[in-house]
């Protein structure tokens, strides 16, 4: 079962821009790449580092504590597949953007 949190307007990023969503006690990046919408975990799973405050080099995220960088679609490290951030889909209905959840992560 997954579900689905729908991005209040007010957040929804500008092309080029990034939002911090909270959904419970989870900390979401949603970023638009040119109206192409990515979402991922925002704490790096190194130290725990906001991911959403890193400099966004293309479609990689660098977290600012390390310099470690994060592809946006598939969350896994630059150049690596060894370490990875939770990814999480997009869904868009009627204008309404959704992030799309499984049900492992508290939704309270």
């Given amino acids: 079962m997954t579900l689905r949190h729908p991005v209040p307007a007010s957040q929804v990023p500008a ?33 725990g580092s906001s991911l959403c405050a890193g400099e966004l080099q293309g479609r990689l995220i660098q977290c600012r504590s390390h310099g470690l960088r994060f592809d946006l679609a598939s969350g896994y490290l630059a150049n690596s597949d060894r370490l990875k951030v939770a990814t999480y889909p997009i869904e868009e209905e009627g204008g309404q953007l959704f992030i799309v959840i499984a049900n492992e992560v508290s939704a309270s």
């Fill in 15 to 47: 092309a080029g821009q990034r939002a911090l969503i909270g959904f419970g006690d989870h900390s979401i990046a949603l970023f638009n790449l040119a109206g192409q919408f990515f979402a991922i975990a925002d704490s790096c799973p190194h130290q």
